[in-house]
């Protein structure tokens, strides 16, 4: 089986659904650190339900490392600060940063790879993200798996990131020709009881269907007339 990161987000769910088109048996790994839109996590939950009724063979894990948030805190995503507006390639998007977070939850499920005997780890960073998240860029995934490489020389792991030169309007084409449940996804920051449509995720997202040509199917109609007219009122801006 292949070991996963699934946070419930529109590149997760993709990756998820292409490891389970592809006939992998899957352990996705969905973590709780505390983050602000731990809303994410009940959707995860929800994109497996999914899974399970497609036939696919999931096995879903709830993570709960909220106790390192103390240590970890910072920003707009743990910390105190205010989600912010606007493009991912505007420098005030750097606050949304968790430090090292994707060290942190990779490192975990390299060790349940060797524990439950698996061979491959994966998680869907992706070319869009790299101006921002340097955890995300593929220098990064080299790195990280050459360490793991190291680290677990007796019982060999791999990292895989499939997605990272593709970037996420891409990664949504992907999706719509496999059947990607996206409006079971959830990608906003803020974490509210709808998504804002304005932080830099929303915006991200909203950009990448229209490249699609195609509607967010998470969201109403109204909602997304209003995605269009925002994503066109910060493209302005730039």
């Keep these: 089986m292949a070991v996963m990161i699934l946070s419930g987000g529109l590149d997760s769910t993709t990756l998820l659904w292409k490891l389970c088109y592809e006939g992998e048996k899957v352990y996705a790994l969905t973590f709780n650190y505390g983050q602000r ?3 994410e996590i009940e959707h995860a939950k929800k994109v497996v339900k999914k899974a399970l009724e497609e036939g696919f063979k999931v096995k879903h894990e709830i993570v709960d490392i909220s106790s390192i948030s103390p240590l970890i ?14 493009f991912y390639t505007d420098e ?3 606050i949304t940063v968790v430090p090292n977070r994707n060290m942190i939850m990779l490192s975990i499920a390299v060790g349940f790879a060797v ?3 698996e061979k491959e780890v994966y998680y869907a960073a992706h070319k869009s993200d790299y101006a921002i998240y340097p955890d995300c ?16 020389i007796f019982t060999p792991v791999e ?8 970037t996420k309007a891409e990664v949504v084409a992907l999706g719509l020709k496999i059947g990607v449940p996206y409006e079971l996804t959830w990608s906003c920051y803020e974490g509210g009881d709808r998504p804002c449509l304005k932080c830099g995720t929303c915006l991200e997202r909203t950009e990448a ?9 998470m969201l109403t109609d109204e909602e997304w ?14």
């Design 159 to 166: 990292l895989r990131a499939p997605f990272v030169d593709m």
């Design 37 to 39: 839109h731990k809303k």
């Design 92 to 94: 005030k998007q750097k």
């Design 73 to 86: 805190s910072s920003g707009a995503l743990t910390g105190d600060s205010e989600v912010p507006h606007g």
């Design 209 to 217: 269907f229209m490249l699609n040509n195609v509607k967010d199917p």
């Design 115 to 117: 524990k439950k005997g």
């Design 225 to 238: 007339k209003i995605a269009v007219d925002e994503y066109k009122k910060y493209e302005r801006q730039f």
């Design 137 to 152: 860029r593929k220098e990064f995934v080299k790195a990280l798996d050459s360490a793991i490489y190291l680290a677990t």
